[in-house]
């Protein structure tokens, strides 16, 4: 079965979003308590429990983000809602990348309407 860890994971192994197989006894989601766990939309995968809502495509499929389950509030003021063009981001972007002369939106409004930082 593999696995997804996350960036930065205990045994830095594997970025955000990388398949690897697991480490038998060391295998993470055995040797930590199930509520730091979440299962992404493929149920094989895995991100650590506060990885979820926090508007980074951890799962690369977005289901942290976006899955009813996940049930996630709206964009923090941080962010802007819209549809990013970026894989990193789901349905938000930080607003520290308004204004900055690229398209992370596919509507352009983090050029044209978001009021920036």
Same mark, same amino acid.
């Given at each position: 079965m593999n696995k997804?860890?996350?960036? &930065?994971?205990?045994?830095?192994k594997a970025a955000a979003g990388t398949r690897v197989l697991p480490g038998g006894e060391e295998d993470v989601p055995q040797s @930590? =308590?199930?509520? *730091? @766990? #979440?299962?992404? &939309? %493929?149920r094989a995968s895995w991100i650590y429990s506060d990885q979820k809502c926090d508007g980074i495509n951890n799962c690369g499929d977005? +289901? !942290?983000?976006?899955? =009813?389950? $996940? #049930?996630?509030?709206?964009? !923090?003021? &941080?962010?802007?809602?819209? +549809? =990013?063009?970026?894989?990193?981001?789901c349905s938000c972007i930080p607003r $520290? *990348?308004?204004? %900055?002369?690229?398209?992370h939106c596919s509507d352009w +409004? %983090?050029?044209?309407?978001?009021?920036g930082p």
């Open positions: 997804i860890f996350a960036q &930065g994971d205990v045994n830095l @930590l =308590p199930s509520f *730091l @766990l #979440a299962h992404c &939309g %493929d977005c +289901s !942290d983000e976006l899955s =009813p389950v $996940t #049930a996630c509030p709206p964009c !923090d003021p &941080g962010w802007w809602h819209c +549809s =990013p063009t970026v894989f990193q981001y $520290t *990348l308004c204004q %900055d002369h690229v398209q +409004s %983090d050029e044209y309407s978001c009021p």
